[in-house]
């Protein structure tokens, strides 16, 4: 069985842009997402795109703090500190994998957990563990979207999990 994810996302992107009409409605607030991309990968640079593609067509403005000749990790650190202090960033999207050299564990650490669009700061890992309310990881999330969607019964299912390998 092939299960297309076409429908569920236009669902959701339908929901999302009713959810922004009325958050504009009821308070005149844009959500904004601010993004942050180090280095010059040309995949995660395709990835980015597609984030804000997405995000613009319901309504999510995005500021962009881009850094393709790099950037030190003191300054991706107060970067994401600046920006999860900053009222007018309700998420933010750090781009992974970061470049050599800089340290991801410390950089998602330093994201507001409640602004942290991934769902990868410790405290939202943390919730999804203890199932608590949270933002969580938007890949698995999306993944079981699509198998409710369709129906699909999980109980004594056998599921193969591929995941980064951490040296």
Do not use: W
């Amino acid at each position: 069985m092939i299960l297309s994810g076409k429908p569920v996302q236009e669902r959701v992107l339908d929901a999302v842009r009713a959810g922004v009409a009325r958050l504009g409605r009821a308070h005149g607030v844009t959500p904004t997402l601010g993004v942050v991309l180090i280095g010059d990968d040309p995949a995660s640079q395709i990835y980015v795109r597609n984030k804000k593609r997405a995000a613009d067509s319901v309504g999510i403005a995005a500021r962009d703090a881009l850094y393709p000749q790099g950037i030190g990790q003191r300054e991706l650190v107060d970067l994401l500190r600046s920006l999860s202090a900053d009222p007018g960033i309700h998420g933010i999207l750090l781009q992974l994998p970061l470049p050599k050299g800089l340290d991801e564990a410390a950089a998602l650490a330093a994201i507001d957990p409640d602004k942290d669009a991934d769902g990868l700061h410790p405290t939202n890992l943390g919730r999804l563990l203890a199932g608590e309310p949270g933002t969580v990881p938007c890949t698995p999330a999306g993944c079981l979207e699509i198998l409710d969607h369709y129906g699909a019964k999980l109980e004594g299912a056998e599921a193969v999990i591929v995941g980064r390998f951490h040296q």
